[in-house]
């Protein structure tokens, strides 16, 4: 069942509207000298706990349809992954982030900073009205939790990517957004350090499925896990992680491909999620991701790096194992190859074979345009018979095998004991899950183990948007993202293939990267917002 408390279009529609209007009113000095009286304005809209309730919806919206370049919508996350070298985008719209081209003047990080600092806006007039509210003091805090948390994960992303941003705590006047500066990186990450650390014990660990999309306790504090991890507090995310399993909300659920469906939307994995209804509040990502044998658009392509990550069914890399035969590159291979990965003549989708090879009559032939030769499988969804562009599916954002693995990390990299028993309450439970049921990880030597979960997290994430981080965190995006990437397995005699450029193991010589290391670490801070506000600085490099 859809979350009713979201899904309400006339309640995003009064909101937008009443926003629109408050941000206006800096621009007229007399505006609120009288009241309006075919339009909302602060001073009449903050009245009730049906207002308090309409508000906190805006705080949540993030767009339906086209919407994107955010932090919780379906595209903007999977655009993430391509940046960090998973793969590629027919228009090498996200692949210009990381690819060495990346100047200030490149509207994407523009889109992704308007679109947080809308968000923090909204939070932002939220926060600084909903003391005016008589209502239930318990729904209001709630309420208050729920906007902290959000407004925290904007500022965390945004000096994630970004580093030192400007750190708005309430609504400004025009004159103040265009002249604030940058804050510190480390002030803006204690802001939201605290700020998730004083909302997940108000905040309810469970909520009933028509709540569905709300924050809860387990949100809030996987969101602080994240940021306690990139800020390498070990033993602190170690802690915020282990309150959330603690709590036994989540489980593993036992399915995989299906987890990413409409039908597992209320699945005990998922953490947090971008809530959709199709014909009312749809996206469009399903348009992007599908091959066009099936109507889409076939705008991604993974890359062979990312396929090659996967081990084989013996638990050892393809590099390791007995059961890998280079000319039968997908055979023998983890289970979530082929759920996440759509491979030339392997893959079935409603019945119909996917075929990329070039010499073919498929419209997904490879060589047809700036293709790999995969395709992006794991959000496809074989129950879905509509519109492409107006699918309801939801988007997961934070899901228990995220929990699961960082908790492990985190253990690992503050120097705690590692053991059988900690390795099979966490990498081996989202190994074991029925769907996947990949042999257990038993190596407690710290190098080995680091290796292992990284490149658990990388096959068990693939494509939702943490690769990204990921690669900052741990200090490799450069030495990820300089490279000559591959595509589909094209010849078992590369020696002699004439037809298309491949490597010496026969695989499609795709594109090249070039990241700048020291320099493309950050996203630029966007030059219209520099032309306009003469008091931002500029990162290294642009």
Not at 207 to 219: L, V
Not at 248 to 272: G, H
Not at 286 to 301: A, D, I, R
């Amino acid at each position: 069942m859809k979350m009713k408390y979201f899904n309400n279009t006339s309640a995003y529609i009064c909101i937008t509207f009443c926003l629109f209007i408050i941000a206006g009113a800096g621009c007229k000095k007399d505006f609120f000298d009288k009241q309006p009286l075919d339009a909302v304005s602060d001073a009449t809209f903050w009245q009730t706990e049906g207002d308090a309730q309409l508000a906190l919806v805006g705080c949540y919206y993030t767009g339906a349809g086209w919407s994107g370049e955010d932090f919780w919508t379906a595209r903007s996350l999977l655009y993430l992954d391509l940046m960090a070298g998973n793969g590629s985008e027919k228009e090498l719209i996200p692949d210009h982030m990381t690819d060495g081209t990346l100047t200030s003047a490149y509207w994407v990080p523009g889109a992704y900073w308007q679109h947080a600092y809308e968000k923090i806006t909204t939070c932002n007039n939220f926060l600084d009205h909903i003391g005016n509210i008589n209502m239930d003091a318990a729904k209001k805090n709630m309420m208050i939790a729920e906007v902290r948390t959000i407004r925290a994960y904007q500022y965390f992303n945004l000096a994630l990517y970004f580093g030192d941003v400007p750190f708005p705590q309430h609504v400004l006047t025009v004159a103040e957004a265009n002249s604030i500066s940058r804050s510190p990186k480390a002030e803006v990450w204690a802001f939201a350090e605290k700020e998730l650390k004083e909302s997940y014990p108000v905040l309810p660990v469970t909520r009933s499925d028509n709540e569905n999309g709300r924050i809860t306790a387990g949100a809030a504090l996987a969101i602080l896990g994240r940021l306690q991890m990139a800020e390498k507090k070990w033993s602190d995310a170690a802690a915020s992680y282990k309150t959330i399993i603690d709590n036994n909300v989540y489980i593993i659920d036992p399915k995989f491909k299906e987890l990413f469906s409409q039908a597992s939307e209320l699945s005990k994995e998922i953490i947090l999620s971008s809530q959709y209804q199709q014909d009312v509040y749809g996206h469009v990502l399903l348009q992007y991701l599908y091959p066009e044998t099936w109507g889409g658009w076939h705008q991604f392509s993974p890359y062979n790096e990312l396929v090659k990550a996967y081990e084989c069914i013996d638990g050892k890399t393809i590099n390791e194992s007995p059961l890998y035969n280079p000319d039968k590159p997908y055979d023998n291979r983890d289970p979530r190859l082929d759920y996440t990965i759509m491979i030339s003549d392997r893959t079935v989708f409603k019945g119909q074979t996917f075929i990329s090879r070039p010499n073919s009559s498929s419209p997904d032939r490879f060589n047809r345009y700036n293709w790999s030769g995969y395709c992006i499988y794991k959000f496809m969804d074989a129950s879905f018979d509509g519109n492409l562009m107006n699918y309801g599916g939801n988007w997961i954002m934070i899901r228990y095998a995220e929990v699961l693995l960082s908790y492990l990390e985190s253990q690992l990299e503050s120097g705690a004991a590692i053991n059988q028993q900690l390795l099979d309450q966490t990498i081996n439970k989202v190994r074991a899950r029925a769907a996947v049921n990949m042999p257990p990880v038993t190596t407690v030597d710290p190098t080995a183990l680091r290796t292992i979960i990284r490149r658990e997290r990388r096959v068990e994430f693939a494509f939702e948007g943490l690769r990204y981080y990921d690669i900052l965190r741990w200090g490799i995006a450069a030495e990820e993202l300089n490279r000559q990437y591959t595509g589909m397995k094209l010849t078992n005699d590369p020696a002699n293939y004439k037809d298309y450029p491949v490597d010496n193991e026969g695989y499609l010589k795709y594109q090249q990267r070039n990241f700048k290391k020291g320099v493309n670490e950050l996203w630029p801070v966007p030059q219209t917002e520099r032309d306009i506000n003469k008091n931002l600085s500029q990162n290294t490099g642009y």
